[in-house]
Each structure stands twice: as C-alpha cells, then as structure tokens.
C-alpha cells in the first residue's frame, strides 16, 4: 500500500503538470493505456477477461470510475495539498462502509484514531480561499466513490483475480471518457505526450499493488495506510510547485500520521 501510495502521488504530480489538459481526456488516455496492458496480461496468463462476479465487477468499474474523474478535476482546479487533504477522506468513508459491505467490525478505539486523523486533515486543510464549494463537494463526491470501489474489491476477495477487478475500470470508462472527450477535445503537443503515458503508467502499477493490499490485508488497517501519503503531496507540493506551508499544517500531518500507526498497531 505504501508503494501504491507513491506511484499514485507521482501520478497527481503529473496531471498537475497538465493543467491544459482537460481531466476527462487525460482519463480517457489513461484508460485505453490500462486496457491495452491489462488485457494482454489477462491473455498472457490464460485467466478468463470478464470474470464470474460480473455485476459487482461493473459497480467497482462504474464506482472506481467516477472517484477517478472526480478527483483528477479536483487535482487541476485545487493546491496538490489541499485535493489529496480532501481525497484523504475516502479511507474513513472505506471503513465506515466496511462495517455493513463486508460485515467488518471495528473496535470503539479505532473511530478515535480515525478522529484523531481527521483533525489532522482538518488542520492541514485549513481555510483555503482557493477552494470554492463547489470544488470541495466535487471531492467529496471522488472520495465517495472511490470508498464505494475499495469495498468492493474486498466483497469478492479470493473470486476474482486482481487484473480482472483492475480490466473492469477501463471497460467502464473509456465508454464514459470517449463521449465526454469528444465534447472537451484539447490536442496534446510535444511533453504533454510523455507525461500522459506517464500518467498511464504510474498508475496501472499503483492500481495492482492497491487491489493486491485491499484483497489480502485488513480493510480498515489498510485503508488508514493510504494517510502516509499524504506527506508524499505535502513534499511535492513544495519541491515541484512552490507550495508552502504553515506550522499548523505540520502539526496536523503529524496527528494524521499519529493516527495511522495507533489504527496499525491495533
């Protein structure tokens, strides 16, 4: 999880990078990308491309597909900081979730480590007049998606391989992307290229080593994992960009990561 949590930090660096670019579109390049890959590995591997639990695959498409839209606008109209703050929201949703979906029981002091991270996140967060309502329900939106597809990738644990739960995203969105594409077109020029196969990549491999944690580790453990990430935005965020941070922003990454190692010592 915590190389997921890398590769998926380099590749928000990347759309970043792209502000020209609109989201839907990278989206669509990354789609084709991982569905060319994953379908060759399927094929490689002889393992049957749509797999048996077909309909709960098509939810964690269809789920896993909005959350990726929804936060890759977040990431071109926000500080890299504050949409990853907001994105961060998705591991208390996962478990919460958990509870009914997977019939996964939480101990009373976990929900005062997840506490303990959100007040964190709310410090990092802060009030940022950069961040209209809009945008943060936008977010909101992303991190309920992508709780909704974690859950599900943990439903049918042990029935399906990782690279078919992996296929069904692409198989979902390249219909969704191709059309909404069409409407925003904006032709990629010289780097834009390198940087969309990038994208494609980074997050192919952050995708498969998430699905591999989701399936085989505990889902709220595994989920409070994805925080420590958030020191991969915060250094990037000032190495690539320039964004600076106040002494409460480090205080709250450390409640945030405080949280994170009491939920995994649990």
């Known amino acids: 999880m915590l190389l997921a949590g890398f590769l998926f930090a380099c590749m928000n660096v990347s759309v970043k990078l792209i502000p020209h670019i609109p989201a839907i579109e990278i989206i669509l390049f990354?789609?084709?990308?991982?569905?060319?890959?994953?379908?060759?590995?399927?094929?490689?591997?002889?393992?049957?491309?749509?797999?048996?639990?077909?309909?709960?695959?098509?939810?964690?498409?269809?789920?896993?597909s909005v959350g990726l839209i929804f936060f890759f606008y977040s990431l071109q109209r926000i500080p890299l900081a504050s949409a990853v703050t907001i994105n961060y929201i998705a591991p208390i949703l996962t478990s919460v979730l958990g509870i009914w979906v997977v019939k996964e029981r939480l101990a009373p002091k976990q929900f005062f480590f997840f506490g303990l991270s959100f007040a964190g996140v709310l410090l990092i967060q802060g009030f940022d007049p950069r961040i209209s309502l809009m945008d943060l329900a936008?977010?909101?939106?992303?991190?309920?998606?992508?709780?909704?597809?974690?859950?599900?990738?943990?439903?049918?644990?042990?029935?399906?391989?990782?690279?078919?739960?992996?296929?069904?995203?692409?198989?979902?969105?390249?219909?969704?992307?191709?059309?909404?594409?069409?409407?925003?077109?904006?032709?990629?020029?010289?780097?834009?290229?390198?940087?969309?196969?990038?994208?494609?990549?980074?997050t192919q491999f952050a995708q498969y080593f998430m699905t591999l944690a989701y399936q085989h580790g505990n889902l709220s453990k595994i989920s409070s994992l994805t925080y420590i990430s958030i020191v991969y935005a915060l250094g990037f965020g000032f190495l690539v960009f320039g964004e600076t941070y106040k002494l409460i922003t480090y205080v709250g990454m450390g409640m945030v990561l405080l949280g994170v190692l009491l939920t995994v010592k649990k």
């Not at 599900?152 to 969704?176: A, D």
């Open 138 to 202: 936008i977010g909101l939106i992303a991190t309920i998606g992508m709780a909704v597809a974690y859950n599900v990738i943990r439903l049918i644990k042990g029935s399906e391989h990782p690279l078919v739960i992996m296929f069904y995203f692409p198989l979902v969105t390249i219909p969704i992307a191709g059309l909404l594409s069409y409407f925003l077109w904006v032709p990629p020029t010289g780097w834009d290229w390198a940087i969309l196969l990038a994208i494609g990549l980074l």
């Open 30 to 64: 990354r789609s084709v990308l991982s569905f060319g890959i994953t379908f060759f590995w399927l094929k490689k591997q002889k393992i049957p491309v749509l797999g048996t639990r077909r309909r709960l695959l098509l939810l964690r498409g269809l789920a896993g």
